[in-house]
T-cell receptor
């Protein structure tokens, strides 16, 4: 069975601090995709990044970076120099396997509060 | 701004009633997925429609049904409402192949359904 675990329910930091959101996944598929989405108070989920299971190269995009480690089944997300506008709920998600067409498995989410 | 709109934004129903939620996808998107998000939880996959046919279903009973129309609009229908159906219902659209599992989803802001 596929599963995504985000052990951190809530994180609170002060502006300009760095923060890492943890994600651990389980899957038996050899080909799969991992995602991070952000959900601001308005409700819609906003796509941040997609990574396939064959690409373990870490990625940096501005203040965001992602660390994918297949050996530990983890796909962690770091925000450098956090800002108040980063406050939101962040979801890690997994998809893959022909029996799971169209289906994203989401973690429970991590609520990030960035205080001024 | 994802280009996906949902209506209504809020809805109150009583147990046993039926409800129809609506979604307007981005122009050109051939796939729409529906998710249920209970308070404090990650979204759970209900089903996906690809070119007006159901293309994958999550662990939801048959009283959850859907329709997708050629004009990029879609509906989620829930019959015999139960108290546990109270949740945020999210619609997501994408442009993809029928069996793709790596698509980036564009989410609407959701319909908050309360069942009393």
């Amino acid at each position: 069975a596929q599963k995504v675990t985000q052990a951190q329910t809530e994180i609170s930091v002060v502006e300009k601090e760095d923060v890492t959101l943890d994600c651990v996944y389980e899957t038996r598929d050899t080909t799969y995709y991992l995602f991070w989405y952000k959900q601001p108070p308005s409700g819609e989920l906003v796509f941040l990044i997609r990574r396939n299971s064959f690409d373990e190269q870490n990625e940096i995009s501005g203040r965001y970076s992602w660390n994918f480690q297949k050996s530990t089944s983890s796909f962690n997300f770091t925000i450098t120099a956090s800002q108040v506008v980063d406050s939101a709920v962040y979801f890690c998600a997994l998809s893959g396997g022909s029996s799971n067409t169209g289906k994203l498995i989401f973690g429970q989410g991590t609520t990030l509060q960035v205080k001024p | 701004e994802t280009g996906v709109t949902q209506s209504p934004t809020h809805l109150i129903k009583t147990r046993g009633q039926q409800v129809t939620l609506r979604c307007s996808s981005q122009s050109g998107h051939n796939t729409v997925s529906w998710y249920q998000q209970a308070l404090g939880q990650g979204p759970q996959f209900i089903f996906q429609y690809y070119r007006e046919e159901e293309n994958g279903r999550g662990n939801f009973p048959p009283r959850f049904s859907g329709l997708q129309f050629p004009n990029y609009s879609s509906e989620l229908n829930v019959n015999a409402l139960e108290l546990d159906d109270s949740a945020l219902y999210l619609c997501a659209s994408s442009s993809t192949d029928r069996f793709a599992t790596n698509e980036k989803l564009f989410f609407g802001s959701g319909t908050q359904l309360s069942v009393l």
